[in-house]
């Protein structure tokens, strides 16, 4: 079975570039979670999504983040206008129907570096 | 306040032995899950091990097992006879509730370094 699908793999733009970030969640996967890695913050859950409806976004930073799930094999991860501070990995994670026992599987991120 | 310590910033093993992760978590939660995730240098996050807050039993997995203390919430991860590809940073993560989702809260972590 395919895993979760990131793109880009990498990205490198310049500060006030709009970025797009995009997953592909496993099939038949009903939740959706958009983390940030940095050096300093670790593991921070941006936003999570259940049967593409938006659960709880309140670790999205600031206005300058959105995200959205138009249907359930695919989402996105818009920063607009982009700063430097944003550079990071972004991961993209699925799980399944609403069980304690369910991990998430990760997509391999999207390293971020805003000049 | 954190919900998951982890206080072993980094950690070095010699080849073949074991070693212990440490992972403590708050929680007022009956129901809980806890998961152990590797992170190699390459990058993806790869599950390793899950443990219920009603198991019983320690769970194990190949080499890893956890030693799950609830009384003292601790659910530490053990790797027996550690391997050169188990360096990688180490996350102790955790769900609370049951009836309805919640989202997972994932600690520091932990760097293991395995010498030859």
């Known amino acids: 079975d395919a895993g979760v699908i990131q793109s880009p793999r990498h990205e490198v733009t310049e500060m006030g570039q709009e970025v797009t970030l995009r997953c592909k969640p496993i099939?038949?996967?009903?939740?959706l979670f958009w983390y940030r890695q940095t050096m300093m913050r670790g593991l921070e859950l941006l936003i999570y999504?259940?049967?593409?409806?938006?659960?709880?976004d309140s670790g999205m930073p600031e206005d300058r983040f959105s995200a959205k799930m138009p249907n359930a094999s695919f989402s996105t991860l818009k920063i607009q206008p982009s700063e430097p501070r944003d550079s990071a990995v972004y991961f993209c994670?699925?799980?399944?129907?609403?069980?304690?026992?369910?991990?998430?599987?990760f997509g391999d991120g999207t390293r971020l570096s805003i000049l | 306040a954190q919900k998951i310590t982890q206080t072993q910033p980094g950690m070095f093993v010699q080849e073949k032995e074991a070693v212990t992760l440490d992972c403590t978590y708050d929680?007022?939660?009956?129901?809980?899950?806890l998961f152990w995730y590797k992170q190699p240098s390459s990058g993806e996050m790869i599950f390793l091990i899950y443990?219920?807050?009603?198991?019983?039993q320690n769970a194990t997995e190949g080499r890893y097992s956890l030693n799950f203390q609830k009384a003292r919430k601790s659910a530490n991860l053990v790797i027996s006879a550690s391997q050169l590809g188990d360096s990688a940073m180490y996350f102790c993560?955790?769900?609370?509730?049951?009836?309805?989702?919640?989202?997972?809260?994932f600690g520091p972590g932990t760097s293991l370094s395995v010498i030859p």
């Open positions: 994670a699925s799980s399944p129907r609403d069980r304690i026992d369910q991990p998430q599987h």
């Open positions: 099939s038949g996967h009903d939740y």
């Open positions: 999504f259940n049967n593409n409806v938006p659960i709880d």
């Open positions: 929680t007022s939660d009956q129901s809980y899950g």
């Open positions: 443990q219920g807050s009603y198991d019983e």
């Open positions: 993560a955790m769900r609370e509730g049951w009836a309805s989702y919640d989202k997972v809260i």
